[in-house]
């Protein structure tokens, strides 16, 4: 996978929806992260967004479980891309702040982890969304939610989380 960033001006002149839908399908280059991480944009639509990511045994903490920032990892890059799905070209947007509650433990034997972004509200400067995780069988491994600083229209703005 060739990763790198995408010009300010190209990501600038996208909607987000655009944008997103771009990486997915390769005509945009995939970010750094995807390659470190594994964790890939799937499925995508207005206001949602599901990504996917296999963990693996570079992941584990201490204890011999996938560490629990990759899994937040997984949760912030669903939660503010569900958001970035929403935004008119030139406009930004950060994450303020994230929450995560963690259900069951993940191993690298877990496999595929899917989990759903979805936007709860959308305003002028503040956006909010929930995410959630699942293993192979459907059961939950995790979820949270996550507030988002929208910033105004600005020429050549990059979007990012």
Excluded at 28 to 47: M, Y
Aim: charged residues 15%.
């Amino acid at each position: 996978m060739k990763t790198g960033i995408v010009s300010p001006h190209v990501a600038g002149a996208m909607s987000g929806l655009d944008f997103l839908v771009a990486l997915r399908d390769g005509a945009l280059i995939a970010p750094p992260f995807s390659r470190a991480t594994g964790i890939l944009p799937k499925e995508i639509e207005i206001g949602r967004i599901v990504f996917e990511g296999t963990p693996t045994e570079q992941f584990y903490n201490p204890m011999g479980t996938v560490h629990g920032g990759w899994i937040a990892t997984l949760l912030d890059t669903a939660m503010a891309c569900a958001i970035q799905s929403m935004l008119p070209a030139g406009q930004s947007y950060t994450t303020l702040e994230l929450k995560t509650n963690f259900v069951r433990p993940v191993f690298a034997s877990t496999g595929v982890l899917r989990c759903e972004g979805v936007v709860l509200s959308l305003g002028g400067r503040i956006a909010s969304s929930e995410g959630k995780v699942f293993d192979k069988e459907g059961n939950l491994v995790a979820h949270g939610t996550e507030t988002c600083l929208v910033m105004g229209q600005r020429n050549g703005a990059s979007t990012h989380a």
